[in-house]
């Protein structure tokens, strides 16, 4: 059974401090996504990493993507009020198959 | 351009009751998927379309059905409605799965209550 972990579930931060979200998954793949989640919200794409050292940044995020420690990271830099929402990652097994992680709830503290 | 939109954004059921969500999407995507979020976790995915008149399981598929009759609509179906289905269901669209430019749709989310 596949599984993908996050880590931490639960993250509060000051705003202007750092800090990464980490999502591991337990089979081959190499293709991963992050989404990002707002109250009652529904879900918006982040970032599409498509093969191994692939990495992305968007303004104050960057995600990477680590196949072969079936790793991906999401960096936060100089964390902001508005970045507050939670992150989900999910993998890609077969091309229509989407395994999701449980999800880490960001609340950045002014 | 509305996107992907379901309907209805709420409902409440009876156990017992049936009902069916629609998934509506007006980009002309292949791929059609109908998840379920529960508190604390992740999405799950329950069943997907690769394509019009063509549907497949996913994760958990027990309880429910779905039907592909028009590539624009994805409908998912509860015959008898349980406790245990109660969740927001989010359905999404993409142009492929595999493609470079892959990436999902996702609508605004069916909140159902089973009680």
């Known amino acids: 059974e596949l599984k993908v972990e996050q880590n931490p579930l639960f993250l509060s931060m000051q705003e202007g401090k750092n800090y990464t979200i980490y999502c591991n998954y337990s089979?081959?793949?190499?293709?991963l996504y992050w989404y990002r989640q707002d109250p009652g919200k529904s879900l918006e794409s982040l970032f599409v990493?498509?093969?191994?050292?692939a990495v992305k940044q968007e303004g104050r995020l960057m995600a990477s993507l680590d196949t072969k420690a079936r790793l991906s990271t999401l960096h936060i830099t100089a964390a902001v009020h508005d970045l507050s929402a939670t992150y989900f990652c999910?993998?890609?097994?077969?091309?229509?198959?989407?395994?999701f992680g449980t999800g880490t709830s960001l609340t950045v503290i002014p | 351009n509305a996107g992907v939109t379901q309907t209805p954004k709420f409902r409440v059921l009876k156990t017992g009751q049936s009902m069916t969500l629609l998934c509506a999407q007006d980009?002309?995507?292949?791929?059609m998927y109908w998840y379920r979020q529960d508190p604390g976790m992740g999405l799950r995915l329950i069943h997907y379309?690769?394509?019009?008149?063509?549907?497949a399981k996913g994760e958990v598929p027990d309880g429910y059905n779905v039907s592909r009759l028009k590539k624009q609509n994805f409908l998912l179906g509860l015959e008898s409605a349980a406790p245990s289905q109660t969740s927001v269901y989010f359905c999404?669209?993409?142009?492929?799965?595999?493609?470079?430019?892959?990436?999902?749709?996702f609508g605004p989310g069916t909140r159902l209550t089973v009680t």
């Open positions: 089979t081959t793949s190499d293709r």
């Open positions: 379309s690769v394509g019009e008149g063509t549907t």
């Open positions: 999404a669209s993409s142009w492929s799965a595999r493609g470079p430019n892959y990436e999902q749709y």
């Open positions: 999910a993998v890609d097994i077969s091309g229509n198959q989407f395994y």
């Open positions: 980009m002309n995507h292949e791929y």
């Open positions: 990493l498509l093969s191994n050292g």
